[in-house]
């Protein structure tokens, strides 16, 4: 008997029992789509850790840190259970580390918290302080007539992410977005809000009592100088509403270099918040970096120069440390997923073996003749096998087209990501999954035909001939 011969008999005994066959491709359909969205999750997940790992400069950056600088919201792993470093990322220290071997640029930035304040309104935010090159490399979508912060100037410039409007709150009520559903009256755009960089000042001018009032007669000078308040306007904003995450959502950026002209000038004889001292409390003549980003010309060199940077007495981390306790994490998370979605297929199978044994009780007198006429054990084997892989193929391509569209629907029902806090699609399904898929539900299918096609040709001619 020809493959021709059997493909018929196989697609025509299928087609004779429409609902029996329907039902069982069901299930499968139901199988194949369970794993495939339940993986697909995983792998959109792991898409948008390697998308921020890029972001964060890819696997070939390392990043630094010494004596705590700045007021950074952002924690800088030491890459194991090393001592605190006491050296301090100064400008000489920032030259020292471009010195090192195989590596190609070191980019130095600054963190610390900001008051921000606009009529009735107060916020905080994070300000990042960059050089123009690393501003460039994180690649922020900012909206129409928006550009990066101009440097060389004494005037600081701030590109707002899209988030930093929920942060302000009516300074009466401490009400804000989250709690009144509103949107506080602003336009980051266009407005000029003024920046608080000394925080400590600030809140002691709000809290204690003015100088040469009724409530301080003895006209004692303040301990803490009065904050200054910077008129500052936005060079950009992130693009988005505030429901939509994006890269720099939460943060407020600026040119490293003017903020720290417009530091030196506010602090003048003081200490700038966030810098380092000596023991006797005096602020050091260097300003010190929150951190450094060093790149690296090859990212199998990257250990031998994360060697070289401990040595030197720095702390230092990669992404790819990152990466592979990222890694570790969702290959538990995959395997979990997987797992859940396989037991449906596992549902499945037993679905086609028991459609497989009704068949072969249906049709023992077919069996029988096909015998007798000569038909050979092996192609009864391969008949009843085909019918169950038609069955597997039918259910994994069903199963595929209801997974593009569960996806889809989880991408828009999650913002695409933005609802729960990532970039790009929550739900992802490469080429391989879906070929993958395919082809396990195949597999499976004839799997759980093979022990049904195993009685097929086990029974006796006569006594199936005889079979009523």
């Known amino acids: 008997m020809s493959w021709m011969d059997l493909l018929r008999m196989s697609s025509s005994n299928l087609r004779r029992r429409k609902l029996r066959t329907f039902l069982t491709v069901l299930g499968v359909m139901i199988g194949t789509t369970s794993i495939v969205v339940m993986i697909s999750l995983g792998l959109g997940l792991q898409a948008s850790i390697y998308e921020e790992l890029e972001m964060m400069g890819g696997l070939n950056t390392i990043s630094v840190t010494g004596a705590d600088a700045g007021d950074s919201m952002v924690y800088y792993g030491d890459g194991g259970d090393e001592e605190k470093s006491d050296k301090r990322l100064t400008d000489a220290a920032i030259k020292e580390l471009a010195k090192l071997e195989h590596v190609t640029s070191v980019r130095p930035q600054y963190e610390m918290s900001i008051i921000l304040l606009k009529g009735g309104y107060e916020g905080w935010a994070q300000l990042e302080a960059l050089t123009p090159e690393a501003m460039e490399e994180l690649k922020l979508d900012l909206a129409k007539g928006g550009r990066l912060p101009a440097t060389g100037t004494s005037t600081l410039e701030l590109v707002y992410g899209n988030g930093i409007i929920t942060n302000f709150y009516e300074k009466g009520t401490g009400n804000g977005y989250y709690e009144t559903g509103e949107l506080p009256d602003i336009d980051m755009q266009k407005d000029t809000i003024f920046l608080i960089l000394d925080q400590e000042g600030y809140y002691a001018a709000q809290e204690g009592p003015a100088f040469g009032t009724a409530e301080n007669p003895e006209n004692q000078q303040p301990t803490v100088k009065k904050a200054e308040k910077h008129a500052v306007r936005a060079s950009g904003v992130v693009d988005g509403d505030p429901d939509t995450y994006k890269n720099g959502y939460y943060n407020v950026y600026c040119d490293l270099e003017t903020l720290k002209q417009v530091l030196k000038k506010e602090f003048s004889g003081r200490t700038i918040p966030g810098q380092p001292t000596t023991k006797s409390g005096k602020p050091y003549k260097e300003f010190s970096y929150s951190s450094a980003q060093v790149k690296v010309d090859d990212a199998d060199l990257v250990e031998k120069v994360v060697a070289d940077i401990r040595g030197a007495g720095y702390n230092a981390s990669t992404n790819a440390e990152l990466l592979e306790s990222a890694k570790k994490q969702l290959a538990v998370i995959q395997a979990v997923l997987g797992g859940i979605g ?99 539900a195949m597999l499976v299918g004839t799997l759980a035909g093979y022990f049904p096609a195993l009685r097929a040709m086990r029974l006796s001619p006569l006594a199936a001939i005889k079979t009523e």
């Open 342 to 440: 396989a037991v449906s297929l596992l549902v499945a199978a037993i679905g086609i073996a028991n459609t497989m044994m009704m068949s072969i009780y249906e049709r023992t007198k077919e069996i029988g003749v096909i015998k007798v006429l000569g038909c050979s054990l092996k192609n009864i084997k391969q008949m009843f096998l085909m019918e169950a892989a038609f069955i597997g193929l039918i259910g994994g391509v069903t199963g595929m087209i209801l997974s593009f569209m569960l996806s889809g629907i989880i991408n828009i029902l999650t913002g695409h990501g933005a609802a729960m806090g990532i970039e790009g699609n929550i739900s992802y399904i490469p080429v391989w999954l879906v070929l993958a898929a395919m082809g396990f």
